[in-house]
């Protein structure tokens, strides 16, 4: 029983804890896309091509709402359509040279701002546990 409620008490505040840098770091970015199309870009960056259904899917929204990113992204020049040729009828989606950038843009920045954070406010073994900490963080991701 002990070891539900250590469970328990741990996944509450990692969900404080990551919910509250997602929101700061969305609240501090400077680039002008929305957390839809960036959403978009990542995707596609971590899973390579897919198509509009996929990627809705992924997003949890309807294929229209996943149109209106998707042309967004493609009027901007960070995405581009080829045919799918497993499936002639239907697009497959991938980043561009330019969209590469804007995304590795973006996390740069991210990156910088938490690397600051870090220096400026932990110490070395703070920074030292946070580090060792990660990827157990990704891998409970992994399973949710």
Known sequence: MAD?????????ALRRA??????????????????????????????????IAGLARWDQVTPQTMGATVAALEARGFIE?????????????????????QLHDIRDAATDKIAAALREHLSPEEIRLIRDAAPLIERVAQYL
């Open 4 to 12: 539900e409620i250590d469970a328990e008490k741990t996944a509450a």
């Open 18 to 51: 990551v919910s509250q840098v997602k929101r700061r770091m969305r609240n501090s970015r400077t680039d002008d896309l929305s957390a839809a199309e960036s959403s978009v870009l990542s995707r596609l960056d971590r899973n390579g091509p897919d198509n």
């Open 81 to 101: 359509r080829r045919p799918d040729p497993a499936d002639g009828r239907r697009f497959l989606l991938s980043l561009t040279p330019a969209g590469v950038r």
